[in-house]
């Protein structure tokens, strides 16, 4: 599993509440990738690096983490990101621009990437 370090939660609260104002684009708190193994923690980190306004497909996720035919690998290591938002698992669409699952969703994906396009 992906946490936060101990002592940075207080962090994380501060930028949630900046991005969600529309003032943050970034999340600068410390992530501890050490509980996420393998492949689940390549999709994860591929993610954490698709910018703000910006959309990427499961195969391209798939593809950065080293496993372009893993697909639906990819999707069920996002299902169960620990850390949506600062780790945008909402920013992965599917093949062609559906929007997909989204663990807390589909109207929720839409209304962070509804967010992110009013501020980019």
């Excluded at 492949?39 to 496993?67: C, D, H, K, M, N």
Aim: glycine content about 10%; overall charge positive.
């Amino acid at each position: 599993m992906l946490r936060a370090p101990r002592g940075s939660l207080t962090q994380a609260r501060h930028e949630l509440d900046e991005y969600f104002e529309g003032r943050r684009r970034g999340f600068d708190v410390a992530l501890d990738w050490q509980l996420a193994h393998g492949f689940r923690r390549e999709v994860l980190r591929a993610t954490a690096e698709i910018p703000y306004g910006s959309t990427s497909s499961y195969r391209e996720v798939a593809t950065r983490a080293g496993s372009p035919g893993a697909v639906r690998a990819a999707g069920t290591a996002l299902a169960t990101n620990p850390l949506p938002i600062v780790v945008p698992c909402h920013r992965v669409l599917r093949s062609g621009g559906a929007l997909g699952s989204y663990r807390g969703g589909v109207a929720a994906k839409a209304a962070l990437l509804s967010l992110e396009a009013d501020k980019a």
